[in-house]
Nanobody, 112 residues
Framework: QVQLVESGGGSVQPGGSLRLSCVASRSIFMMGWYRQAPGKQRELVARIISDRYTNYADSVKGRFTISRDNAKNALYLQMNSLKPEDTAVYYC?????????WGQGTQVTVSS
């Protein structure tokens, strides 16, 4: 069993920045961030496998950066140049031995 606890959401104006954090109860090989906007399906934002492989949704490439601190079992998402269409609930995700784990979600609102 893995527990994921997120923090760092909030409200920001377009062009602003936010940093999301997620702390896992143990080390996980593959972790990522998903988001779900009202009326839309949950979608992958970014994921990181070990410390080497990362991939991003096309809509966030060049603006978001995923990283991790293995010593702290922590995952981060630095979000820059935020747009209103980035507004969503962001979920931390981890996958281990075929089981998916989710955080409780943190709201990100981008509005002027």
């Amino acid at each position: 069993q893995v527990q994921l606890v997120e923090s760092g959401g909030g409200s920001v104006q377009p062009g602003g920045s936010l940093r999301l954090s997620c702390v896992a109860s143990r080390s996980i090989f593959m972790m990522g961030w998903y988001r779900q906007a009202p009326g839309k399906q949950r979608e992958l934002v970014a994921r990181i496998i070990s410390d080497r492989y990362t991939n991003y949704a096309d809509s966030v490439k060049g603006r978001f950066t995923i990283s991790r601190d293995n010593a702290k079992n922590a995952l981060y998402l630095q979000m820059n140049s935020l747009k209103p269409e980035d507004t969503a609930v962001y979920y931390c995700h981890a996958s281990s031995q075929g089981i998916n784990y989710w955080g409780q979600g943190t709201q990100v609102t981008v509005s002027s």
